[in-house]
C-alpha cells in the first residue's frame, strides 16, 4: 500500500494550556500557528507521525500528536502511543546516574573496576551484549570511569556489532575524546547493576517510572503495550519490523510515550531528583566536542565548524552555548525514528520533538526555529539535513 499523506491531523486531541507560545529570543506568537505549521511541514517533507511538546517556564505549554502510529492501518498517533525512544533512554539513565553518585554509591572519577570482584575481562555476561573477554590484552579499561561512560570518552565504538570484527576495542585513551558510544553506558549500567543487585528495569521503575507515575513507559517491552503500538516507517510509509525489547539497555531499549516523557522532561529540566549543583554539573559541558560530524567517516576529523557555539558533551546530554545562554540537548535516532530534545535553561524554555519516520529529522531545523526561535543546533553535525536541502 502507498503511503498516503492525508495527515489530517484530526487524529489527535491537542493540549495547548496556554494560547501564546514564548520563544528564546523573546518574541511570541499565537499556539495554533504552531499547529498549521506542523501540518505545513509534515506534509511537505512527508512525515508521517510526530508528537511533539513546547515548555515556557519549564512548562509544557503545548503538547500534541499528529499523523499516524500505524499508516498501512491508518491508526491515529496519540499522546498514549508507545512509541520506541531509541537514545531518549540515555536522558534517563543519566539522571539516574547522578542520583545514584549524589547517594555516594557510586564516583564519577573512580574507575569503575573497583566496585568489582574480579577483573573486567573474566566476567561472563549473558545476553546481546557478550561480555567483556576482548579487553584482556588491554589494560586500559582499568581507567574507565562513569564521567568517561556519561560524556562518551571511554574509548569504545558505539556498539560492537557495527565493528568489522564483532570484537569490543577502545581505539582511544579513556577521558581524551568524544566518540558516542552506547557500549560505555551499557557497561556502566552493568556495574550499577552489581552495586545495586538488581536489574536496570527495576531500577528505573524505582527511580523515575514509578515516581514520576509514567505507567506505559519500560524498559522492555510490556504485553500492555500490543493495543498502542506506533510503528516507526521508512520514507515511503513503510512500517518497520517492531522491536520488542526484552532485555533492558540503558543504550535505548526504552519505550514510551508523549505523555509519560514529557512528565519526565518536566521534572528533569526543572531539576527535581538532583540538587541545583549537580544538575548544573550534568548540563555543562565536561568534554569539548571538535569532530565535523557525531558519526560516520567525519565524526573522526576534526574541524572548528563548531566552535562558535561550543559544542560539547555534559553527563548525558550535549551541551552549547548561544547569546541566550548555554542548551543542552539529546537526541534519539532509528530506523524510522528520530528524536529530539533541547532546554534553554536561563530561558527556562524547551521542546521535545519525536517522529516515527526516515524524513522526520529533515523538518527539525526549521521547526526547532519556528517554535522556539532555535537557529544554534548543529543539525549538519547532527545529519539533520532539511527536506528542501535533500
Known amino acids: 500500500m502507498k503511503f498516503r499523506y492525508l495527515l489530517l491531523i484530526l487524529a489527535a486531541p491537542i493540549t495547548v ?21 506542523i501540518n505545513y511541514l509534515m506534509k511537505t517533507a512527508r512525515v508521517s507521525g ?47 546516574v547522578l542520583q545514584l553518585v549524589e547517594e555516594k554509591k557510586i564516583h564519577l572519577d573512580s574507575p569503575l573496576v573497583h566496585y568489582l570482584n574480579k577483573p573486567l575481562p573474566d566476567y561472563t555476561i549473558r545476553g546481546w551484549n557478550r561480555g567483556y573477554q576482548d579487553l584482556k590484552k588491554d589494560t586500559r579499561y582499568k581507567k574507565i570511569t562513569a ?44 556495574v550499577l547493576e552489581q552495586i545495586l543487585q538488581k536489574d536496570y528495569e527495576t531500577i528505573s521503575k524505582e527511580r523515575v517510572f514509578g515516581p514520576l507515575r509514567m505507567q506505559n513507559t519500560s524498559q522492555v517491552w510490556q504485553a500492555a503495550f500490543d493495543k498502542n503500538i506506533a510503528y516507526g516507517h521508512s520514507a515511503n510509509g513503510e512500517p518497520y519490523e517492531l522491536m520488542k525489547w526484552q ?11 508523549l505523555d509519560d516523557y514529557t512528565s519526565f522532561y518536566s521534572a528533569f529540566i526543572n531539576g527535581h531528583g538532583l540538587s541545583e549543583n549537580m544538575f548544573r554539573t550534568m548540563t555543562s559541558t565536561q568534554i569539548r566536542i571538535r569532530s565535523k560530524a557525531q558519526f560516520g567517516p567525519l565524526a ?18 550535549g ?14 535516532h532509528d530506523d524510522g525514528w528520530g528524536h529530539y530534545s533541547i532546554c534553554f535553561p536561563d530561558k527556562k524554555i524547551a521542546l521535545l520533538i519525536m517522529t516515527n519516520n526516515d524524513t522526520g529529522e529533515s523538518i527539525f531545523k526549521e ?8 537557529r544554534y543546533t548543529p543539525w549538519q553535525w547532527e545529519n539533520y539535513i532539511p527536506y528542501n536541502k535533500q
Open 17 to 37: 494550556l496556554s494560547q501564546t507560545i514564548h520563544r528564546i529570543n523573546g518574541s511570541s506568537f499565537p499556539a495554533d500557528s504552531l499547529t498549521a505549521k
Open 247 to 257: 532485555e533492558a539497555s540503558a543504550g535505548g531499549s526504552m519505550t514510551t510515550t
Open 367 to 374: 521547526l526547532l526555529d519556528y517554535a522556539i526561535g532555535d
Open 147 to 190: 564521567r568517561n561512560c556519561l560524556t562518551h570518552s571511554t574509548g569504545f565504538p558505539n556498539w560492537r556489532w557495527f565493528e568489522p570484527d564483532k570484537k569490543l576495542s577502545i581505539k582511544f585513551e579513556p577521558g581524551t575524546r568524544y566518540s558516542y558510544s552506547g557500549e560505555g553506558l551499557y557497561l556502566l549500567q552493568w
Open 300 to 317: 573522526l576529523v576534526d574541524a572548528a565548524d563548531n566552535d562558535s557555539i561550543q559544542l560539547g558533551y555534559g553527563l548525558g546530554v
Open 50 to 96: 510526530l508528537a511533539i511538546s513546547v515548555f515556557n517556564e519549564n512548562k509544557p505549554v503545548y503538547s500534541k500528536t499528529f499523523g499516524y502510529a500505524d499508516v498501512q492501518q491508518k491508526i491515529p498517533l496519540q499522546p498514549y502511543s508507545e512509541m520506541y525512544a531509541a537514545s531518549l533512554a540515555k536522558t534517563v539513565f543519566a539522571y539516574i
Open 319 to 332: 551541551v552549547f552555548h548561544t547569546p541566550y545562554g548555554r542548551a543542552f540537548f539529546k537526541e534519539g
